[in-house]
């Protein structure tokens, strides 16, 4: 009897052992655009594959860096995947805080990661996220009222060109903005379009000795100009605005233009949602006559795993499905090739079914003329075109976009932002000891 | 004698009474409306008030996103036990700072409200790692723990504020008759302070329910409540205001039906000793 129990007892618990092992679980931190929350719709077919369950967490974007952040340096260990952007990678990965995305198989084929995300993606040569979907910025247009204008939107615009779009298409008495850019503060919001804009007309953060420069003629030029283009041919209260402000007036076709992220272009033309979603055209992000830099940014929400993570090989495992060909021809197959996730492959752009998608040329082209080592006309010395990858840039950032925004809302004037962002560069820039 | 009031006077007070509560329910209304309304007509400009074409399918999207009863319950059991565990040692502290005061009573209460002006942020770090010393990342054991703490300081000034409005007499009396410190507190005190009891147990429940920082902060899948699961449908690419509106629905539903029913107690108790 006690022969029998104790061999029932064993069977048990052999039984168990086993269920623990294959129940392996890892959990993801992620934040809620729609491209992620399709990836969690597909998680089971990822279970049936591997046998390993996976959590989510979706978090908003700066609860998730703050969470995330805390979680690495107090080593809390509480994810095993997280999705970071192209700001954080660099820098955790410099720091050692992230795993190295070495030896992955040779069917993930990572040679077919867009050389743009890949190099933004990584440090020191070695790749630390792989990126899920990545984007530039882009003129969104509508062409029905530019053909009523009489005008023909280049493949690649001035600024000169946009404001004289805007004025053609600005029709106040039908509630039509000739434009809608972002202004909202904040460094991710209106401070990255506002970088991008001085970009394009000359200007850079830092000069080669890391001295802040918004005492330059460059910066106040793009700001005029934003300025001046708003204010006759934007919306009201624009200095609210950002990426979800403006997405909602384009969709009631209340902008003639909106110059944002190529990752809206399958929003703006989802008959769906957008009322406007026939009469979208696509070109470059604009550029200052003679400037040779156009606006244009780099973005990449990608997936990292953690160091200190228990479940490396599983994380990896993920990383390698959610970012694989296999997983593109997945959405593709069941949701049509306009909801893929876009701008992280080259192959998707090689795909003849893709290329008929209306702005996947506009975007690639956009990703390609993107360069995160050499954002700026003069040399800079640092990496990122609408932010600079350094620590201390989100916090300095978010205070100058807030000065810039106070002179979009009419609370001070050009001058007095300028002074104000190149002190509190300055005063931060020798605090942290550069 | 009795002050006369104008009819005038009690049009105006309702109206104001009336306009002010609306102002109030206004952003909870608009939630609950915008939660029924497809994502284009929630962005729609002008707004729509109440003629547009109804819909549950926010509901159903979420419902199948999210494990609505696991986060509900991690708020119930956290919110509760916090509060039930704060009430267990404010009483006692009360207690004895109203009745047995010391040279110090003033300060330490001013003290303990001082620990409410910290920014919580200042301390995520400290805390962070304590967490994980302890283990206590992402457990409803940990995050109870710090609630309480928390909420301690109000639990604590509250329950001092109805105590001391109880005549000492009485507790002297009932001393007289035998009565020892233990029956003191649970059968002469405590059912004098009820109203006051049941509406600081009330407000540090919703204080509990609604936190949103240390709930964010100190959980990931297993304990986490609904503030994370609201801030888990805001999207900075994507209009889903009518799903987050449907989650914030979702999230304060239950302590708005709690507050309906109750709302007497919270009334007396909150304006208890206010008017002498």
């Known amino acids: 009897m006690t022969l029998r129990n104790a061999l029932c007892a064993a069977t048990a618990l052999t039984l168990v052992s086993a269920a623990a092992a294959q129940a392996q679980t890892i959990t993801i931190a992620t934040v809620n655009n729609g491209d992620m929350i399709r990836m969690q719709g597909y998680t089971d077919v990822f279970t049936e594959q591997t046998g390993i369950e996976v959590e989510w967490v979706t978090l908003e974007e700066n609860v998730l860096r703050q969470r995330v952040t805390t979680d690495i340096t107090t080593e809390g260990g509480q994810f095993d995947i997280m999705t970071i952007g192209m700001y954080e990678t660099p820098i955790w990965g410099a720091n050692d805080w992230l795993v190295p995305l070495d030896g992955l198989s040779a069917e993930y084929d990572v040679n077919d990661i867009l050389p743009a995300m890949r190099n933004g993606l990584s440090h020191d040569g070695t790749l630390y996220a792989a990126p899920f979907y990545g984007e530039s910025s882009m003129v969104m247009y509508r062409t029905d009222l530019m053909e009523q204008a009489g005008l023909d939107m280049p493949d690649a615009p001035t600024w000169q060109f946009i404001r004289e779009a805007a004025a053609a298409m600005d029709d106040p008495d039908n509630d039509i903005n000739g434009i809608c850019l972002r202004g909202k503060a904040g460094w991710g919001e209106g401070g990255a379009f506002i970088t991008v804009t001085a970009n394009s007309f000359g200007a850079r953060w830092f000069d080669e000795d890391w001295n802040a420069q918004f005492d330059q003629p460059a910066w106040k030029e793009a700001l005029e100009f934003y300025v001046g283009l708003m204010n006759d041919y934007g919306p009201e209260g624009y200095a609210t605005n950002g990426f979800n402000e403006n997405l909602s007036l384009f969709q009631q076709g209340k902008c003639g233009m909106w110059i944002d992220a190529t990752v809206a272009a399958s929003f703006v033309t989802n008959p769906n949602d957008s009322t406007v979603a026939d009469s979208v055209g696509f070109a470059l992000a604009p550029n200052s006559e003679g400037v040779e830099k156009r606006s244009n940014w780099l973005w990449a929400w990608a997936l990292a795993i953690p160091a200190g993570t228990q479940q490396e090989d599983a994380a990896k495992q993920f990383i390698e499905w959610a970012t694989s060909k296999a997983y593109i021809e997945l959405v593709a197959e069941n949701e049509g090739w306009a909801n893929v996730p876009p701008g992280a492959r080259t192959s998707l752009y090689e795909t003849p079914e893709y290329q008929a998608v209306p702005f996947a040329q506009k975007t690639l082209d956009s990703i390609n003329a993107a360069d995160p080592t050499n954002p700026t006309v003069d040399p800079v010395p640092y990496v990122g075109i609408q932010f600079v990858a350094i620590p201390e840039f989100a916090g300095i950032a978010t205070e100058v976009s807030q000065e810039f925004s106070a002179v979009y809302a009419g609370q001070q004037s050009i001058d007095e932002a300028l002074e104000k962002a190149q002190a509190l560069t300055t005063d931060a820039m020798e605090a942290a000891g550069y | ?276």
Do not use: C, H
């Not at chain 2, 007070?13 to 206004?26: E, H, Q, S, V």
């Not at chain 2, 074409?53 to 159903?60: G, R």
């Open chain 2, 1 to 276: 004698m009795a002050r006369a009031v104008t009819t005038r006077r009690k049009v105006i007070t309702t109206a104001a009474a009336w306009a002010i509560g609306l102002l109030i329910f206004f952003p909870i209304y608009w939630t609950i409306l915008t939660s029924f309304k497809t994502e284009a007509q929630a962005i729609n400009d002008p707004p729509l008030f109440f003629f547009f074409d109804w819909t549950l399918e926010n509901y159903a999207v979420v419902q199948e996103r999210s494990d609505y009863m696991r986060f509900l319950w991690n708020s119930v059991i956290i919110a509760g036990g916090s509060t039930v565990l704060g009430i267990l040692i404010a009483i006692p502290a009360a207690w004895s700072m109203a009745f047995v005061p010391s040279r110090r009573t003033k300060d330490i209460l001013l003290w303990m409200l001082s620990t409410k002006m910290l920014p919580a942020v200042g301390v995520l770090y400290p805390i962070s790692l304590i967490f994980v010393e302890f283990n206590l990342l992402d457990t409803r054991g940990g995050l109870i723990a710090v609630l309480m703490l928390i909420n301690l300081p109000i639990i604590v000034w509250m329950l001092y504020t109805y105590f001391k409005e109880i005549p000492v007499d009485i507790l002297e009396a009932a001393r007289m008759d035998g009565a020892g410190l233990r029956e003191e507190i649970l059968y002469v005190l405590t059912p004098m302070a009820i109203p006051g009891i049941a509406s600081t147990i009330l407000l540090n429940f919703i204080l509990a329910w609604n936190e949103a920082f240390w709930t964010l902060n100190l959980t990931a899948a297993q304990a986490a409540p609904l503030t994370a699961f609201i801030a888990s449908y805001s999207s900075p690419e994507g209009l889903f205001f009518a799903k987050l509106s449907a989650a914030s629905t979702m999230a304060i539903a239950p302590i708005l039906i709690l507050g309906w029913f109750s709302q007497k107690q919270l009334v007396r108790g909150l304006t208890f000793g206010a008017v002498k």
